[in-house]
């Protein structure tokens, strides 16, 4: 079962976007200091509400208010992603060069999101959004999970099994700053593998999709990428990993018409009908908050 962001906040959702109690909230709405309704006797607040009501309210210039974001999504590349942004007609565009250097824009207000996939040790992303944004106005919000392996050729013809089989064969790489390469290359140096003699010589990828392209024209007998661009190519997949894959958001551009369209078509059958079609893409956790900053 798939789960998706509605066009209306529920109380605890509100609360957690605005730093907020929820008490503090429910006497906001009962005292109409902030537009509500009810549906079947619960509080709803809609979204496109809320922006208009946060632009009316603030008192002063802030922070938030000053902020001059592009409409722009940096970070890493994901094709599920990368066709909602196509379908969804919002105006949103993408600028994918990896987690690290959407990192850089996201943070110098080069982009008003990043998508990222950072691994952790207890898990994906929040430690380092945490300790690197807890003092800007920004939110993470998991955008879907994903089967990450080793591409291989059809038929295996290497007969590769699994990371210790990865000796002395030519694996493409994706640009430094990309978190794929960056846990490959801890994976690796785990099993023993030289990450120097396994580049060699070898083209970068600059997406996901380059990266199967590189075991498809022969160029690499092995890459570490995802199971949806395994199919798209019609090559063979080893599961490795289930990563998560998360939008890092100002919480202005939250807000904006942009990306409350964007979110609006990934609550279509046409966008959770493509994430079946792909392949290896969970969308379970979809909307979910993982990080909303203090500030």
Known sequence: MTHSISPYL????????LRLGERKVYDLASSEQIPSMRAGGKLLFERSAIEVWLKQTHSGPTLEAA???????????????????RQSGSGLAGYFDGSEDGLIRVRSKDAALCAL???????????????????LPMVLVEFCK??????????NPRDIKGLDDLKR?????????????????????????SADM????????????????????????????????????NLDFIPVMTERFDLLVWRKAWFDPAFQKFLAFC????????AV???????????HIHFNASH
């Open 67 to 85: 902020i001059d974001l592009p409409a722009i999504i940096a970070g890493s590349h994901d094709p599920l992603l990368d066709w909602a942004l």
């Open 267 to 274: 609550e279509s059958d046409a966008f959770k009908d493509q």
């Open 277 to 287: 079609s792909l392949s290896g893409h969970d969308l379970t956790g979809f909307g």
């Open 146 to 155: 994903r089967e990450r392996g080793l591409i291989i050729s059809q038929g």
């Open 117 to 135: 996939h950072i691994y952790e040790d207890q898990g994906w992303n929040t430690n380092r959004v945490s300790a690197e944004f807890n003092e």
């Open 10 to 17: 529920t109380t605890k959702e509100l609360a957690q976007l």
């Open 198 to 233: 396994a580049f060699a010589g070898q083209s970068i990828a600059r997406s996901e999709s380059d990266l199967a392209l590189e075991v498809k024209s022969g160029r690499a007998e092995a890459a570490f990428g995802l199971k949806s661009e395994a199919a798209a190519q």
């Open 169 to 193: 064969r030519r694996l493409a790489r994706r640009q430094e700053g990309a978190a794929g390469q960056k846990l490959l290359e801890k994976l690796l140096s785990d099993a023993g593998v």
